[in-house]
């Protein structure tokens, strides 16, 4: 088992900043990759950008490329969602979720955290 708590959302302008944590307990050793997703009101909940516990090769929605960026620290189990240049349709709830060894979904979830944008 693993468990994830999110922090760091809140309200910021169009254009402004906002780094994301999501802090990781449990079977951290057996953590494979780390996402973030997130789900806008009435919307369903999309991919953001995920990262490789080991080695730390990303991948990123092509809405966040470029603006958002993705990173851990394995000495703390945390994960960072820095998202910069955001704007109003970034506006969700923003969630990670972990995938652990020998498994091929994101099977573990924070609770979230909301983030949003006003224009």
Known sequence: QVQLVE?????????????????????????????????????EREFVATIYWNGGSTVYADSVKDRFTISRDNTKNTVYLQMNNLKPEDTAVYYCAAVLARETTFDYWGQGTQVTVSS
């Open 7 to 43: 922090s760091g959302g809140g309200l910021v302008q169009a254009g402004g900043s906002l780094r994301l944590s999501c802090a990781a307990s449990g079977r951290t050793f057996s953590m494979l990759r780390v996402g973030w997703f997130r789900q806008a009101p009435g919307k």
